[in-house]
């Protein structure tokens, strides 16, 4: 089993900044890809980035690419999510996400076995 935690979601003004931070423990040596989703209201669940650790490979969705960062911590089994040049449109609840096997596109929401409860982002113009 595996659990997360996530943290650092808050509000924020048009072209600003945020890192979300996401804490695995637990038998974090099985997973194979470590993301990010976010679901706005009345949306589906979308993936914004994945990483897959000890590959070095990262994967973004269109609409994040060059703003957004994930990287990861290994020391401290956590991913982060460095959000740059943040607009009205990234507003959301994001999630992290892991996952024990590769399955699927890396933006596949069923390609995924575990799930943080969400943390907050709010983006004002």
């Known amino acids: 089993q595996v659990q997360l935690v996530e943290s650092g979601g808050g509000s924020v003004q048009a072209g600003g900044s945020l890192k979300l931070s996401c804490e695995a423990s637990?038998?974090?040596?099985?997973?194979?890809?470590l993301g990010w989703f976010r679901q706005g209201p009345g949306r589906e669940r979308q993936g914004v980035a994945t990483?897959?650790?000890?590959?070095?490979?990262?994967k973004y969705a269109d609409s994040v690419k060059g703003r957004f960062t994930i990287f990861q911590d290994n020391a401290k089994n956590t991913v982060h999510l460095q959000m740059n040049s943040l607009k009205p449109e990234d507003a959301a609840m994001y999630y992290c996400?892991?996952?024990?096997?590769?399955?699927?596109?890396?933006?596949?929401?069923?390609?995924?076995?575990?799930w943080g409860q969400g943390t907050q982002v709010t983006v004002s113009s």
């Open positions: 990483i897959f650790p000890g590959l070095g490979d990262t």
């Open positions: 996400a892991a996952a024990k096997r590769y399955a699927g596109a890396w933006f596949q929401v069923d390609g995924y076995d575990y």
């Open positions: 637990g038998d974090t040596g099985s997973l194979r890809r």
